[in-house]
Nanobody, 114 residues
Framework: QVQLVESGGGLVQPGGSLRLSCAAS????????MSWGRQAPGMQRELVAS???????NYADSVKGRFTISRDNAKKAVYLQMNSLKPEDTAVYYC????????WGQGTQVTVSS
């Protein structure tokens, strides 16, 4: 079955950096677009970055220029490098794949605060 396991969240000061990782299993990883989404308290979940099988990336305007998504097909992993973090980036971050159905991981908490 499809499994997505995120890691790397934590508490960071404004302006700091974090790198999130997502380990995937249960599907042919290299052929699917992978995405990162986030959900802040009281808000709807939103996609912030995606990368297709060819390595082409897309970003939400709110993170463009600060976040970088990448993938390692050999390791079946997708990453989100987050720089210049802001308090409004505080959220639970999720890994996502769409394979007929939508699959999300359990999420990892990112808190940006001084």
């Amino acid at each position: 079955q499809v499994q997505l396991v995120e890691s790397g969240g934590g508490l960071v000061q404004p302006g700091g950096s974090l790198r999130l990782s997502c380990a995937a299993s249960g599907f042919t990883f290299s052929t699917f677009r992978m995405s990162w989404g986030r959900q802040a308290p009281g808000m709807q979940r939103e996609l912030v970055a995606s990368i297709n099988s060819g390595g082409i990336t897309n970003y939400a305007d709110s993170v463009k220029g600060r976040f970088t998504i990448s993938r390692d097909n050999a390791k079946k992993a997708v990453y989100l490098q987050m720089n210049s973090l802001k308090p409004e980036d505080t959220a639970v971050y999720y890994c996502r794949v769409l394979i007929y159905d939508e699959y999300w991981g359990q999420g990892t908490q990112v808190t940006v605060s001084s």
